[in-house]
């Protein structure tokens, strides 16, 4: 699977989409990132979100507080983006310091502008299978599964991982496309529920966790995982090499779910600028 292909892809009909708002109702969308102090990481995925969204026409922000911002001058500056208009899009680049509680500042973006899908009521929203803001990353995979016809009514999908950020938001878009979900955990017999996988969903952040020779022949593989290696190569959480002769489709790492992540985002505030930005505000 192409993950660079599909999400090229994507962004095309998020800007085709942007360009009709502009033309059409005089509206951008806008995504403010907030990067807060000096995480190597983070500072490259934000670079990777500006680039996306500069791409398909966004007007964006990077708001870059210092390490040592308290937590009630980030929680001021969050609300200052809730209210402001122009933004439509809110994402809080994880982690952050460790003397700020993530979860504090997650639930401090308003619902309508969680754009990365993590606030509790768009998680609850997918609990109960109402239409909501999805996490970006098993949303992406979802579009990957459709681009290549894979319908998993009916199909044993595997989850491995169990985050709030991939593992549980997958397993329930999964289950929600009829699906049988199983979630696999560090105490699970991972093996003997990965060889029995139609689907399988890796995201634990364990280098080569998943054996080739577990997979299940013509399963459909899709690696969240990305590690370095100690000779400075990239590989995900399955066995590339092994498990590609034995799936009918495997993400390759890099190059898989990492740029169908972004594109996703790209969509999720294209969406949220579609649903608020063209609804009058009633106070």
């Known amino acids: 699977m192409d993950g660079k292909a599909v999400a090229a892809r994507v962004r095309a ?13 005089g509206l951008t969308p806008g995504l403010a990132v907030v990067r807060v102090g000096e995480d190597p990481a983070s500072k490259v995925y934000v670079n990777g979100k500006k680039k996306a969204a500069e791409e398909v026409g966004f007007r964006s922000w990077e708001l870059h507080p210092d390490e040592g911002i308290t937590q009630a001058a980030l929680l001021e500056l969050i609300h200052q ?16 310091p460790r003397h700020i509680d993530p979860d504090v500042i997650i639930s401090a973006v308003k619902p309508e502008k969680d754009v990365d899908g993590f606030h509790p009521l768009n998680a609850g929203n997918l609990l109960l299978g109402r239409s909501t803001t999805r996490a970006c990353t098993p949303y992406g995979v979802m579009r990957l599964l459709e ?3 894979c319908d998993p009514a009916g199909k044993r999908a595997v989850v491995v991982g169990r985050s709030n950020i991939v593992g549980k938001p997958m397993a329930l878009m999964l289950l929600q496309k009829n ?11 991972l093996r003997r529920e990965v060889e029995g996988a ?25 690696d969240v995982g990305m590690n370095r290696k100690p000779d400075g190569k990239l590989v995900g959480d399955v066995e590339f090499a092994a498990s590609a002769e034995r799936a009918s489709f495997i993400t390759p790492v890099p190059g898989g779910v990492g740029p169908m992540t972004i594109a996703m985002l790209m969509r999720n505030t294209l969406d949220a600028a579609v649903r608020y930005g063209l609804v009058p505000v009633v106070k």
């Open 81 to 96: 983006l809730n209210a402001d208009p122009a933004v439509h899009g809110i994402l809080v680049q994880l982690p952050l």
């Open 147 to 149: 681009e290549i016809g």
């Open 13 to 25: 009909e998020v800007k085709a989409e942007v360009d009709r708002l502009k033309l059409e109702h």
């Open 179 to 189: 699906a049988t979900v199983t979630i696999c955990h560090s105490k699970s017999d």
């Open 198 to 222: 139609d689907i399988l969903v890796v995201a634990v952040g364990v280098a080569e966790l998943v054996k080739g020779a577990w997979i299940k022949p013509g399963a459909v593989v899709i």
